[in-house]
T-cell receptor, first 117, second 114 residues
Framework: AQSVTQPDIHITVSEGASLELRCNYS??????LFWYVQSPGQGLQLLLK??????LVQGIKGFEAEFKRSQSSFNLRKPSVHWSDAAEYFC???????????????FGKGTLLTVNP | DGGITQSPKYLFRKEGQNVTLSCEQN?????MYWYRQDPGQGLRLIYY???????QKGDIAEGYSVSREKKESFPLTVTSAQKNPTAFYLC?????????????FGSGTRLTVV
């Protein structure tokens, strides 16, 4: 079964600094990969997703993520963080061969981002 | 605009009462999901449904029940058997192969036992 690990529970950065949130997955084949963001008291919003092809994926709000097969990672990056980026971020993995009964995504436990002024 | 609507946003329940959380989508999605969220525990799957009149238990189904009589609707009932129901509940929907296309989430319902 697939699994997702987000090693950092909480990260604090200064406004304007660069950001990298880590995500590692466990799955036997090439997975579908997602990053979601959740503001306090809200639902999750999709930031970006990886299907295949180019391993560097661009998303909304200036975020990007890079799929590294050799490291089983899909880290999220942003070159300059804004105060409005403070939120919780979730990585998720879906199986590729889901034509049968497995339609579910598996989510990591999330990384809470605090942005200092 | 298409989307997924959860209501109410805040809900208060007395001990021993059942309450029902509403989830409606107009995205023509086949699959729908209910998650529970507690601080530091991420998202935990309660129930999911891939097609009308069919649903499966997730990881923490005890004390919860669901129905899927219409494609657009997937209500969750928190029964009195759920010992610690205070939490944030999220509903999501997806195309049939949700693991490929991802999920669309509602804005959540915060349930508090008083």
């Amino acid at each position: 079964a697939q699994s997702v690990t987000q090693p950092d529970i909480h990260i604090t950065v200064s406004e304007g600094a660069s950001l990298e949130l880590r995500c590692n997955y466990s799955y036997g084949a090439t997975p579908y990969l997602f990053w979601y963001v959740q503001s306090p008291g809200q639902g999750l919003q999709l930031l970006l997703k990886y299907f295949s092809g180019d391993t560097l994926v661009q998303g909304i709000k200036g975020f990007e993520a890079e799929f590294k097969r050799s490291q089983s990672s899909f880290n999220l990056r942003k070159p300059s963080v804004h105060w409005s980026d403070a939120a919780e971020y979730f990585c998720a993995v879906g199986t590729r061969n889901s034509g049968g009964s497995n339609y579910k995504l598996t989510f990591g436990k999330g990384t809470l981002l605090t942005v200092n002024p | 605009d298409g989307g997924i609507t959860q209501s109410p946003k805040y809900l208060f329940r007395k001990e021993g009462q059942n309450v029902t959380l509403s989830c409606e989508q107009n995205l023509n999605h086949d699959a729908m999901y209910w998650y529970r969220q507690d601080p530091g525990q991420g998202l935990r799957l309660i129930y999911y449904s891939q097609i009308v009149n069919d649903f499966q238990k997730g990881d923490i189904a005890e004390g919860y029940s669901v129905s899927r009589e219409k494609k657009e609707s997937f209500p969750l009932t928190v029964t009195s058997a759920q010992k610690n129901p205070t939490a944030f509940y999220l509903c999501a929907s997806s195309a049939r192969q949700g693991s490929i296309y991802g999920y669309t989430f509602g804005s959540g319902t915060r349930l508090t036992v008083v």
